[in-house]
């Protein structure tokens, strides 16, 4: 039996584009409290307008009937993983128009930084500072840090910051981050990845980092995983653009379980006081050890790219076959996981 949900979370958009009303956007508050007491918004690609349409669908999405208005002014703050349009399209085109008090923003510097030249005066009015007093402004930059600390996102919520390798550019390296978001006083948490490209592919791997921070807290603290597979199936690895596909989330998945693993059999070894220097000489790790191993973890995958072509008898939206492919691909390995994913209307509880 699963422990009591510690968050609620409301999904208004969980594609990655091209569909402007399905952009990365969830809705969260601690589970326990009303939604009036506060809510965290995790990314800001679809915003009010995507949220009216869905509370015409289904006008008890939330506990009490309200308007998307009422539900965004409850908003204190916004916690982004990165700056590309479609993680905060919402909060730009909505930023003059949101009642409630100030609400911070919360990313890495650079992310902020682009925040920036996009509240310029120039592509949309500046309605943004860095100064906890300028009240006039709607929003209230705040710097998250990727230093191993967690930092509080009050009413009792903390957020530790992973940077991730979202692709690269003309500039260089472009970074992307992933949350572990923790409800303080449970100490429960779960991982919010921003987009993220394949470890494999990648000069300097990071998404292990992750991985490892994660294997100790799997499944007692840690229950849950919002991740992108932006990409179907076999998509080749120069038209990733910074993005997973199922193969590569696989591989992602089964680095995850290999964590999990080492991390018992460290701690086994431990007990029965053998040295650690034998653990650098393992064979790798076959997929029989690995089996069962992520069982109690449940994977939300999000940012699947959508489709605008869809006709015919395969009109399914494109998260549905990239779910389906992510499974059959993870099937064979039996690592124990549950995989889902993530639609606009959702109503998520995460244990
Ligand atoms: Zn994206
Ligand atoms: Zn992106």
Redesign the pocket.
């Known amino acids: 039996m699963s422990p009591p949900a510690v968050f609620d979370m409301i999904v208004v958009g969980s594609g990655?584009?091209p569909d402007e009303t399905n952009l990365?956007s969830y809705l969260l508050k601690r589970a326990g409290t009303c939604w009036e007491d506060g809510i965290i918004a995790v990314e800001a690609?679809s915003g009010p307008g995507a949220l009216s349409r869905l509370l015409l669908q289904n006008p008890a999405l939330f506990d009490e009937p309200c308007s998307a208005a009422d539900i965004y002014s409850y908003v204190r703050c916004y916690l982004l993983s990165?700056a590309?349009l479609?993680?905060i399209n919402g909060l730009v085109i909505s930023a003059g128009s949101l009642g409630g008090p100030r609400k911070r923003v919360y990313g890495i510097k650079k992310v902020l930084q682009d925040l920036e030249s996009v509240f310029s005066d120039r592509l949309w009015p500046n309605l943004a500072s860095w100064d906890e007093e300028d009240a006039d402004y709607k929003l209230l930059y705040s710097t998250l840090y990727s230093d191993g600390r967690y930092q509080p996102i009050p009413p009792d919520v903390s957020v530790q910051t992973m940077l991730l390798n979202h692709g690269a550019n003309e500039s260089g390296p472009y970074e992307s981050a992933a949350f572990f978001i923790r409800d303080d006083p449970s100490e429960r948490e779960f991982i919010f990845f921003?987009?993220v490209e394949p470890d494999s592919l990648s000069p300097k791997p990071r998404t292990r980092d992750v991985w490892r921070l994660a294997a100790p807290k799997i499944p007692n603290k840690l229950s849950t995983i919002f991740i992108?597979c932006?990409w179907p199936s076999e998509r080749p690895d120069d038209l990733l653009f910074g993005h997973l596909n199922p193969q590569h989330l696989k591989s992602e998945l089964r680095a995850l379980a290999t964590e999990v693993h080492n991390h018992k059999h460290s701690n086994k070894s431990r007990k029965s006081a053998k040295p650690q220097r034998k653990r650098q000489k393992r064979n790798p790790i076959s997929d029989a050890e690995l089996r069962g191993i992520l069982t109690g973890l449940r994977i939300y995958i999000i940012?699947c790219k959508d489709r605008l072509d869809s006709v015919g008898p395969d009109s399914r939206p494109m998260r549905d076959i990239i779910l389906e492919q992510v499974k059959s691909e993870l099937d064979p390995l039996k690592l124990g996981v549950e995989i889902l994913a993530a639609f606009p209307g959702m109503h998520i509880r995460i244990h």
């Open positions: 990655g584009g990365s690609g990165h590309h479609d993680h921003g987009d992108e932006s940012h």
